[in-house]
């Protein structure tokens, strides 16, 4: 997927004048930096980005002109990303499980923070990886809660086997820290209350002063018109809770946020390819492309239509049943939509805060899947 080199003032101007038949994705760098400074100046504590979320080159570029300094990275593909756009940025290698070419890789590359939450991980860490100077940050789990899904469903060690962990981090020389992830889309400032409580009672078990805590990702964006992330709200909980929790030896605060930094800095355009019988609306993109996530974290209703003059629909609306472009039953939206009654084929159906594991999980399923990526100065329709 290409950049457009053209800078284009709004959506609309795009549609109106390219009348693309493949989705298009809109990007705004000023956004995305402002998001970026909005965390960088309220959370208390290191911002590293998920560049699992959105890898594309120029939003790593637009994270660094913004400020950013840390990468949380998961592959060795995403270190050769972060050091050939940010040379001197921090990597954490927070992907707990990794072969020893990774391992490899990752030592090569300058990583000089990892994450575990096995003995068996801690062990070829331990093999391969030199402490000088080296963190490694025990991850652990609790039931989730207040989160779209559950990321402790397959990271994360128990609190006993996190306290043994720990210990072990701390006898072999290696900077030790705690780290954990809510969630994702917690849009409650109390999620994370249970979490930092539980890192400080694991330190204080296992006889260890940690260095710091890693609080994961899990901040929102944008998803639906009724809920309007207080992302303020959530740093200043974080703060207020590890203070309490962990008292004069607090430890240094660390984040990753992956959708909450570039959620809402994309649009996505796809276009209507049939209204069935007046009833089921089918778009040429679908859960095999850029709407790949919302039958796993739910839908999003920021959702508004355009004419093929880039007129925005008005009038009243009524649920409708959303299909993709694939010849497979299953690539629906899920639930009902609502939709302006007048939609036509041909029309535009914009969904707004599509910047994070859109581009990077769409597909070629079925020879769909083209996508594009123009800049615009606003994401106003």
């Not at 504590?45 to 913004?66: F, Q, S």
Request: proline share 6%; with cysteine.
């Amino acid at each position: 997927m290409g950049l457009s080199k053209t800078i284009w003032t709004r959506p609309a101007e795009y549609l109106r004048t390219m009348q693309p038949e493949a989705p298009v994705l809109f990007f705004s760098p000023s956004l995305l930096q402002s998001v970026a400074r909005r965390f960088i100046d309220g959370f208390p504590g290191m911002v590293t980005y998920a560049v699992k979320a959105n890898p594309e080159e120029v939003v790593i570029e637009n994270l660094a002109a913004a400020g950013v300094r840390g990468y949380d990275v998961s592959s060795p593909a995403e270190m050769r990303l972060v050091r050939r756009v940010d040379p001197d940025a921090a990597m954490h290698y927070n992907n707990p499980v990794r072969s020893r070419a990774e391992i490899r890789a990752a030592v090569e590359l300058g990583v000089k923070s990892y994450s575990v939450d096995s003995a068996s991980e801690l062990a070829k860490l331990m093999e391969l990886v030199s402490p000088e100077g080296c963190e490694i940050s025990v991850r652990f789990k609790l039931p989730v809660m207040g989160a779209a899904y559950n990321a402790g469903a397959k990271f994360g060690a128990t609190v006993e086997l996190a306290t043994d962990l720990l210990a072990d981090v701390a006898r072999a020389g290696f900077i030790p820290s705690l780290a954990f992830h809510p969630g994702t889309q917690c849009t409650e400032p109390g999620a994370w209350d249970p979490y930092i409580r539980t890192a400080a009672s694991i330190a204080k078990n296992a006889g260890v002063t940690i260095s710091r805590l890693n609080v994961g990702g899990g901040f929102p964006n944008h998803r639906l018109n009724g809920v309007t992330p207080e992302l303020e709200a959530i740093f200043d909980r974080i703060a207020d809770v590890t203070e309490e929790a962990f008292g004069s030896s607090d430890p240094d605060l660390v984040c990753e946020p992956g959708r909450g930094v570039c959620g809402d800095a994309f649009t996505l355009a796809s276009r209507v390819k049939a209204v069935r019988d007046g009833q089921h609306v089918f778009l040429n993109d679908g859960i095999y492309g850029s709407l790949t996530e919302l039958p796993l974290i739910g839908v999003i209703d920021r959702v508004e239509v355009l004419t093929p003059e880039g007129k925005l629909r008005t009038g009243e609306k009524s649920e409708r049943i959303l299909f993709g472009p694939t010849c497979d039953s299953v690539d629906r939206i899920p639930g009902e939509m609502k939709l302006v009654d007048g939609v036509e084929e041909g029309d535009f159906v914009v969904f707004q805060g599509m910047g994070a594991y859109s581009s990077v999980t769409n597909t070629r399923f079925n020879g769909f899947g083209e996508l594009s990526l123009a800049t615009v100065l606003s994401l106003k329709l």
